[in-house]
């Protein structure tokens, strides 16, 4: 079969002239209508020879020359499902005309600025198209369904322009159910990524230089539990930074002179020596009862007071050590 070439004007006289392929339905005598309206293509190209239905699409098919190409879901879509009307110039290319925009058009027309033919889902160029918005998706953020920030308007619209990009507009209860601390009472601002990342919850970076709000404010609780040594019993002041840092409970602060007061035990021999207070201090309800022999524990005593024999009122005792060895070295 020679490939007819029809164009609207030789319609006609090409079908008439074609009686072996005449459409369903009409008469040698009759002068059928192309109905492609100012399509110009090759019948064979889609239609078999011994009749116009159904259709077939022969390899060299290249839809709308290529201004329109059918690939993922389009590839498999019936040709009725775009082409209303057999009058292919009559149909609409853009998205709309077959996807019902749930954006109510705040994004425009182009549905591919966000979504790719193979499926809505894909979330590739949403997440790209969102890094240039005020709010670009990472952490926990990545996985989270659209709706679960732009909710349904009243009237049943999605929301996305001029959608609210504070943290609290999201995550204002779980700012105001937060007991440790609580964050109300402290009044801690609502910028939550000022201490949280978007990664999790509990990986807090609270930078302590920005607020000037006393320590027990936020750990009055631990300071009262504490009993290693009991803080509230022995009537330490609830300046935590005197002894502690801001990083770490367990580690003494700069500013609390123990060596230079009272013992060296950062300096000399018994620096590492130790690892909590409680290490010389044995009674956690009054810091200036400390014991020695902890750690220097004699099983022979008597030979212990033979070797101080020439130490003037020498008793074998807890703080007899301290007594003669103010600084922990055995020459003093």
Partial sequence: MTPLRVRPTAAAALLLAGAAVLAPGTRADDEPEYPHGDFDGDCTVCHRDDGWTPIRLSPEFRHADGRFPLVGAHEIASCRACHR??????????????????????????????????????????VRRHGETRFPLRGVHLALDCDDCHRPAAQGRMQFVNTAVECVACHLAAYQGTTDPDHEAAGFPTDCALCHAPTAWDQG??????????????????????????????????DCEACHTPTVWTRTADGFDHDGRYFPIYSGTHRGRWTACSDCHVNSSNFADFSCIQCHAHDDQASVASHHADVSGFSYGPQTCYTCHPTGRAGD
């Fill in 85 to 126: 009307t057999l009058d292919f110039s009559k149909t609409d290319p853009s998205c709309v005309a077959c996807h019902a925009d749930v954006h109510q058009g705040e994004f425009g027309t182009d549905c591919s600025r966000c979504h790719v033919p193979r499926t809505f889902i894909d979330r590739g160029a949403m």
């Fill in 205 to 238: 970076r609270f930078n302590h230089r920005l607020t000037t709000r006393p320590c027990v404010d936020c750990h009055l609780d631990d300071y009262q539990a504490t009993t290693n040594p009991n803080h509230a019993a022995l009537g330490f002041p609830t």
